[in-house]
């Protein structure tokens, strides 16, 4: 079964969506595993676990950011700048 070119690349484009969960998912815990597993080795209480869990998130949404810019180019912004569109003025309230 051969797919045109519009139906392969919205499978693409799929296949790339769905792994950004996942992305996401396993860098915020291995973050949080790793600060934990660094906290009983040296009996730091919880401080590496934060620490690591917030480096975990951080790392999760710059992935995030790098796969949607690789991955959907010639995706245009919806609103690239709100000075760019023209001010409406507001109707006046109708007298009762």
């Known amino acids: 079964m051969r797919m045109d ?21 396993l860098t915020i815990f291995g973050g949080l595993y790793l ?6 080795k040296f009996d730091t209480g919880y401080t ?12 999760g949404f710059r992935n995030l950011y790098v796969l949607i810019k690789t991955n959907f180019p010639e995706e245009k912004p ?3 700048c709100l000075k760019s569109e023209p001010h ?3 109707p006046p309230p109708k007298e009762a």
């Open 5 to 25: 070119k519009a139906t392969r690349k919205a499978v693409i484009q799929l296949a790339y969506a769905s792994s950004i969960g996942i992305a996401m998912v």
């Open 35 to 40: 600060g934990y597993y660094l906290d009983r």
């Open 48 to 59: 590496l676990t934060l620490l690591f869990l917030i480096i975990g998130i951080i790392a």
């Open 78 to 80: 919806v609103i690239k």
């Open 88 to 90: 409406r003025k507001r």
